[in-house]
T-cell receptor
């Protein structure tokens, strides 16, 4: 199964861009990269996902390297409310089950 | 639009007691999941279901049972509660077919077993 590696924690100044890296060197060609975040103990919140191309939505941008072995989530103008644990996930296929495998994530602290 | 709804939000059980954690979704999703999250840790998959009548074990299924009689509901049963089952439990769902569909999570059930 494709595993992901993320830094344990990061800090970012309010108003600056937050760049969260993720390594997924064993990703297969048809596996998507997903990003979620979890604020306090709420349910994880979907942010963005991609396969090969860079993606952007109203929350963030996702940059995937050409070899697909790593990606970066970019929060363009971080606010205090973006303080959360961010999970990089590779969607794993097991038969007809489509499972998401969560690692420990990156704890992002946005500082005033 | 309710999404994924979990009940109860909090529960305290004594060792050996049983309970059912309820999960329902109104998005007509085929895939449903139960995760547990221990303090400071990521989510671990307990069970999942790919449709009514079909369930399968995840990473940490011991001590739990599930059923899926309808598309909407996916209850998680704890038969003999143990302190090791103290955790926050999240239910999630996603649609089929396709792989580029995100998981939608409920807000969790915080369970304490003493």
């Amino acid at each position: 199964d494709a595993k992901t590696t993320q830094p344990t924690s990061m800090d970012c100044a309010e108003g600056r861009a937050a760049n969260l890296p993720c390594n997924h060197s064993t990703i297969s060609g048809n596996e998507y990269v997903y990003w979620y975040r979890q604020i306090h103990s709420q349910g994880p919140q979907y942010i963005i996902h991609g396969l090969k191309n860079n993606e952007t939505n109203e929350m963030a941008s996702l940059i995937i390297t050409e070899d697909r072995k790593s990606s970066t989530l970019i929060l363009p103008h971080a606010t205090l409310r973006d303080t959360a644990v961010y999970y990089c996930i590779v969607r794993v296929f097991r038969g007809y089950g489509q499972n998401f495998v969560f690692g420990p994530g990156t704890r992002l602290s946005v500082l005033p | 639009n309710a999404g994924v709804t979990q009940t109860p939000k909090f529960r305290i059980l004594k060792i050996g007691q049983s309970m059912t954690l309820q999960c329902t979704q109104d998005m007509n999703h085929n895939y449903m999941y139960w995760y547990r999250q221990d303090p400071g840790m990521g989510l671990k998959l307990i069970y999942y279901s790919v449709g009514a009548g079909i369930t399968d074990k995840g990473e940490v299924p011991n001590g739990y049972n599930v059923s899926r009689s309808t598309t909407e509901d996916f209850p998680l049963r704890l038969e003999l509660a143990a302190p090791s089952q103290t955790s926050v439990y999240f239910c999630a769902s996603t649609t089929l077919p396709g792989v580029d569909s995100p998981l939608h999570f409920g807000n969790g059930t915080r369970l304490t077993v003493t």
